[in-house]
């Protein structure tokens, strides 16, 4: 079974994706925050991270950072899901080796295939 970190600070948010997620048999793991999300991340080495940029302690970009720094997490495919929608807030992340950058609000539908091609890309 696929593992899925989602680091993201609000609740609703968090919950929907994980939820949609579950239906698809992925096992979830959820974060609140950067630095826990980075914990995790290392901790539970996960096929994927889908992360919030605007989230306490460590900001998404911060996380990404770090992953991306760290040879046991760096080829974890990783997707920014946020409302910053200016084309430098989605350049920045993507510059910073992020592999999408999806656009709050989104269709759940859309995301689950983002995440669907992305993991099977990285097999």
């Known amino acids: 079974m696929k593992k ?17 997620l579950s239906l698809y ?3 979830i793991y959820t974060a609140v925050n950067g630095r826990e999300g980075l914990h995790l991340a290392i901790q539970i080495n996960p096929d994927l991270i889908l992360c919030d940029i605007k989230i ?11 992953i991306k720094n760290d040879e046991n997490t760096s080829q974890i495919p990783f997707i920014f899901i946020s409302a910053k929608s200016n084309q430098e807030d ?10 999408d950058y999806i656009i709050k609000p989104f269709l759940l539908l859309d995301l689950i295939k983002i995440v669907e091609t992305k993991l099977l890309v990285a097999n």
Do not use: C, T, W
Not at 90 to 99: E, S, V
């Open 56 to 66: 306490p302690l460590l900001n998404g970009y911060e996380v990404l950072e770090a």
């Open 4 to 20: 899925i970190l989602i680091i993201e600070d609000d609740d609703i948010i968090r919950d929907n994706i994980s939820d949609a």
């Open 90 to 99: 989605i350049h920045k992340g993507m510059n910073l080796g992020a592999d």
């Open 25 to 27: 048999k992925y096992q």
